[in-house]
Structures are given as C-alpha cells and as structure tokens.
C-alpha cells in the first residue's frame, strides 16, 4: 500500500506477470520464451513487441518458466523496490539454470541500461543483457548466448521508435490496448532514472501510429490508450514533406495525433498518458472537447504541491501554474476526471511544504493518485546534488496522509457521480462475480453493474445508472 496504488501507470496486479501461448496461432514453435514484466505501462508494451520478434525467431510464448528455452525479464529501475524484486527473481531462475543449463537467462529494460555489466560479470546470474532500445538485436544476442557468450545490448538510440513492428497482443482482453507514440525523456526530473535509462526523447511516425490504431479497431479493439512520458511534446517530422502532409510543414503535434487516432471511429475510445503540466497545452484541452470518442480523463502527475520543492525536483512549473492548468482544464472540460503522481518526502521536504502538497490535493480535486515515497537513485540528479535527508519514519507518516487524503477525494468524487448516467465499455466479467460486468466510463471510473438478461458482450457500450458507490468503484444498473 505504502509504495505503490494500484494504476494504470504502474499497476501493482500486474507486476511480474508472464505470457499466456499466442492465441490462435497456427505456427509450430520449436522453442519457447518466457516473459515477466515489471514497471510501468511502457515497459509492458515493449513486451509486446520483444514477444514479435520472437515470433519471427520460432519462439513461442509459454506461461510455464520451467519448459522455456529462454526466460526474460522486463525490468524497471524507477523505485528501489521495483529492482530488489528482480533480482530476487533472478536468484529464483538461477536454480533453475543449475537443473537445465542450456535454459538462457536474460535481463531487458531499464535495469538492464542501469546494470548492464554487474549483472553479467559480478553477480553472472544472466546470459544476455539487453537495453530498451536495443530489442532488434535481441535474435543475434541469442545466437551469441547460445555459444557461450554473454551476451550485452544496451546501447541508447535517437532514433529507435520500433514503429514498423506489429507488436503481439499476448495479455489482452482484445478491447483495450496501448499503443507507444513515443520514447525517452528530455525533461530531467531530479527524481527520475528515467532519462538515463531510456534516453533521448523521440516520437514515433505518426501515420504508423494511426495505422496501428486503425488495425486494433478492425480487430474488434474499441480502445487505445496512446502511451508516452511526456505525450504533450509528442511532435513528429516527416521525414519526405512530400509524402505525409499534414499540418502547415507536414509536421504533427500531439494534439493533432489524438484528432487524427479519433478521426478512426467515434466507436474508438482515445486515452492517452502522461501529461505534464508544464507543456499540457489548450490545444489538446479544445480537441478532446471536441471528440466525444476522446477519454475525459488527464493524468497530470503534480509530485510536490511546494514551488520549492516543484524547483528542486526541476519541474518547470510553480503551485500556481499547476493551479491554473486545473482551472482551465475544468473551464474547458468540465466533466473531465483529473489524476495525479506525487512523491512524499522528497529532499528537503518540510512539514510545510508537505502541507502545500495535501492543500494542492484538496484543490485538484483529484479522482485518484499513485502515491510514493521519495525513494534514491543512483545516477540521478537529485542523488547528485542533494541529501536524502528525510527520515523514512517521516516519509512513511506523510505518504499515509497523502494516501489518506486521496481516499477521502475519491469517495467524495465517486458520490458526486451517483445518480448519473455514463456511457460504459464493457471490458470483462466483474472480478468479484461473474453475474456483473465491468467497464469503464470515460472518466477512467471502473463501473460494476449486473449482466441482467440482456445479451451483452466485452466490447460493447452500455449505458449505466449510478445507484451507489465504494472509494474505488462505481456500482450500477443498466438503462
Ligand atoms: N522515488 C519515488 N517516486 C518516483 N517516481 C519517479 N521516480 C521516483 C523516485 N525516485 C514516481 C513519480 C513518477 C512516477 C511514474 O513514479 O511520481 O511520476
Ligand atoms: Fe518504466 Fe521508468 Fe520503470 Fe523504466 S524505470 S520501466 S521507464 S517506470
């Protein structure tokens, strides 16, 4: 609870889980892979598209790590925590290796770029080490591991997209889908590992964004969540003018990109995350009021509601300015479900600046929060320049206010809704009981309602009525 809410971003269910076969696949594997994804909703995406050019290798997915051939590990570096999984992980699979030692054991994503030689030298707890932009590399890797070698990749790229690779959608309930509009990271948060680990940022060929999309719909897909950290400065260039032309110099903003993904279908629901308060712009607020196919629902991580503190974290952004985008996102999108990331105890971090954040809570209004504490990374510069001077007693105590607080603004946002009337996608069986589905309305709510006898199906919309509702979840009856 502490560490991490469960979310979309980072969603708690899903860390560590591993690949079922591909569905419906006529092909015959000779051997098999096996995955575990860890991190956030990037990194689970980047799965999909390992998982594709593993296929074209005669790789086929099992869920059972003891029959696979080779068994990787997608890992993430953003929190302490998230990294001593792994590599209790990786002690569990060396077991393994000792029984079968032709099994090959390898490391991709953002531990893989921080560690790369540790993991492979000192600790030799794996075969092959790939970095987040190196997966193309991955068959001749294998081939080098098979012989050996160890095997390392972890080059960073200004230019790799893996636009052209169809990713293989391995885990989905074959509605909803995330679709990489871009990589990297220019911004420099203090806090974050991720600029290291993931580089430079660069955005992904528009029109192999929108075919992608088209494709998922024509599959029965009817949502596609656009996926980057920081979507807002989303800007592609043709690279022939002549071609592609879209806007004024053929060039494609982010807002731009939603109109064209929702121009699709108004039966494709568009979301999209993460925003960043600095660069979220009134373009993108007036598209998405535009198109009622796109999602009304910003993730806008505010990390510290002190201007102080927002300055250490190298931001870009005061209290107020963040103030404002809510104001106008609220003046334009009045129904719009707003959610945020924030981290407690970050250096320095005083009672009153942890104040300044709980007021900026209450003032968002927020429908829900990922919520950490502040937690050191090596290589970072925070790590660099400041202290981690705040007790883990304290952060611990201020996380729990936050978590607290939020409770508090997600029931009271949830009341607000009973009574009303959403249009929901249905995505699957309510988890608790099989006689419910669940969906989502366009605010992200989750929204649990009895199947009744009508025929309905994953993937269908359905209108629903609040009659009451959990801090978490809206309960309904169809109309
Ligand atoms: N410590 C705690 N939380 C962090 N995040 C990123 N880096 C750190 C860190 N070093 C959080 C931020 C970010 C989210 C994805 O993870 O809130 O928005
Ligand atoms: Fe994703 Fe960042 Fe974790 Fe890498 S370090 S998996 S980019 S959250």
Redesign the pocket.
Known sequence: MFDLATSK??DEARQGEAYAPFENDPNVYTKRFYIESYG?QMNFSDSEIVASILAGEGFGATRNYEEADLILLNTCS??EKAEQTVRKRLTEFKKLKKQRPSTLIGVLGCMAERLKAKLLEEEKLVDIVVGPDAYRTLPGLIQEADGGHKAVNVLLSREETYADISPVRLNSNGITAFVSIMRGCNNMCS???VPFTRGRERSRDAHSIVKECRELFENGYKEVTLLGQNVDSYYWIPSNDSDHKTGSEGAVSFAMLLEMVALISPDLRVRFSTSHPKDITDDVLHTMAKYENICKYIHL?L?SGSTRVLQLMNRSYTREWYMARVDRIREILPDCGISS???AGFCTETEEDHQETLSLMSYAKYDMS?M??????PG?LAQRRYKDDIPDEVKKRRLQEIVELQNKLSLESNLKDVGKTFKVLIESDSKRNDQDWMGRNSQNKVVVFPKGNKAHKPGDYVWVRVKECTQATLLGELI
């Open positions: 971003v980072h956030c953003i929190r806090f974050c590992v991580p990390q990331d924030i981290i990922y950490f504490f502040y937690s050191e990374r970072t």
